[in-house]
């Protein structure tokens, strides 16, 4: 089945291929989606370290997990959902492991004096892999991905007004980094 040319295959024949052990399938399937899912794995992570451990795990388990898979809805989406989920269970299993930065939010500083695009891509990663798990995935969900309150609410078993707190706390902190930065 897994013979034909990789953009000729459909999710599903990948799907099933991979249900049936083809490492050929196997293979696509990882190519196919590996980029964006070492993607939601890094946004999910503390470091890149973390990332790649993640990652990896993910993988293990969805080729385990693929018949759980319902074909509502779309395949990536639904593989973004089980990375991330792997990589909460991954810091909630650790959760002793790792500190929790807290900030003086009176000394924060406006959005006026910081501007994103002095800083590279590394810098942003850094700082945001330096904020608290729920915080960070928040504020990642709702800036970069646009996601509505009540999604990430739903998504986070929280309650809305918690998620917009958590977002706010999220951007004061990231602010508080940027200006540090400027000032060093």
Same mark, same amino acid.
């Given at each position: ?31 196919? %989606? $590996? ?5 939601? &794995? !890094?946004?999910?992570?503390?470091? /890149? =370290? ?23 809805g779309s395949f990536e989406g639904w593989l973004r959902t089980f990375f991330t989920r792997v990589a909460w269970n991954y810091y909630r299993d650790r959760k002793d492991k790792y500190f929790r930065i807290e900030l003086n939010e009176t000394n924060a500083p406006t959005h ?6 002095? %800083? $590279? ?5 850094? &700082? !945001?892999?330096?904020?608290?798990? /729920? =915080? ?49």
């Amino acid at each position: 089945m897994c013979l034909r040319i990789e953009m000729e295959l459909s999710d599903k024949e990948i799907i099933e291929g991979c249900k049936n052990n083809d490492r050929k399938c196997q293979q696509l399937l990882y190519d196919r %989606y $590996s980029s964006v899912l070492f993607g939601v &794995c !890094l946004k999910n992570s503390k470091c /890149k =370290e973390d990332a790649e451990d993640i990652f990896q795990d993910a993988f293990v388990k969805l080729y385990a997990n693929l018949d759980k898979f319902s074909y509502l809805g779309s395949f990536e989406g639904w593989l973004r959902t089980f990375f991330t989920r792997v990589a909460w269970n991954y810091y909630r299993d650790r959760k002793d492991k790792y500190f929790r930065i807290e900030l003086n939010e009176t000394n924060a500083p406006t959005h006026e004096n910081i501007v994103l695009e002095d %800083y $590279s891509n590394e810098q942003l990663i850094n &700082c !945001l892999q330096r904020l608290d798990d /729920k =915080e960070r995935i928040i504020l990642v969900s709702f800036v970069i991905e646009n996601r509505s309150w009540e999604e990430i609410a739903k998504n986070m078993n929280l309650e809305v007004a918690t998620v917009r707190s958590m977002c706010s706390r999220a951007k004061k902190k990231l602010l508080q980094m940027f200006y540090n930065m400027e000032r060093m």
